[in-house]
């Protein structure tokens, strides 16, 4: 990419990003056009081709950017709240999807341009792209983990994969009702939480209930 880029104001990079996430959310990459993209961020395609030498250039440039940012996310409000002394692992992995529900409001297209590339089948992400996305989502689980109470569970319980349950259940909820207003996300964590609490009740020793 051309770096000339980051000269722009930062506003105008801002625009640029989240104007592309948004069009690259809301379909595959192949179906996603240049046109749309630059129209929606008020520029030339010229100009975005000066920025990026062709689209999927300019996929591979967001992806990056949106992977460093949600490990900021991750890094300043989930070890936040563990370097706090919350170590139950129901507490706070509800704030994990809280955190992220939150993030669908502040930046709708950062997080559903996340959810459409982990899925995207067009090959689009390099395998050493797509081999960075699974080695964070196993980093972060595993620093999660590590962190947690988990006597607390009954034996036979693999609190590894219940992480991966309760995150595909709260995505698969957001990309299911395409939730973007307060109302909307805040009905939708609401039900998170009681489908949580159901395996809680389940799945924890009952001196930890």
Known sequence: MNPKFFSLPSERQDLIRSSAML??????????????????????????????????????????YAI?????????????????????FFRTLEIGHKVKMDMVLRHPGLFRFVMRAYYEGDNVLTPKLRKKLDDVLRETTDSFLSRMDLYKFKDGVDPKALVRLLTLAAEGMLAETKACTPEEINQLFQEYKKYADMLRQHLYKEEYL
């Open 23 to 64: 069009e690259f959310g809301e379909g595959a990459f192949k179906k996603t056009s240049a046109d749309s993209i630059a129209k929606r961020a008020g520029v030339s395609k010229g100009l975005l081709f000066h920025y990026f030498k062709d689209k999927r250039e300019l996929y591979l440039y967001l992806f990056q």
């Open 68 to 88: 460093d940012e949600c490990m900021d996310i991750f890094n300043r409000h989930i070890l936040k709240a563990t370097y706090s002394g919350e170590t139950d």
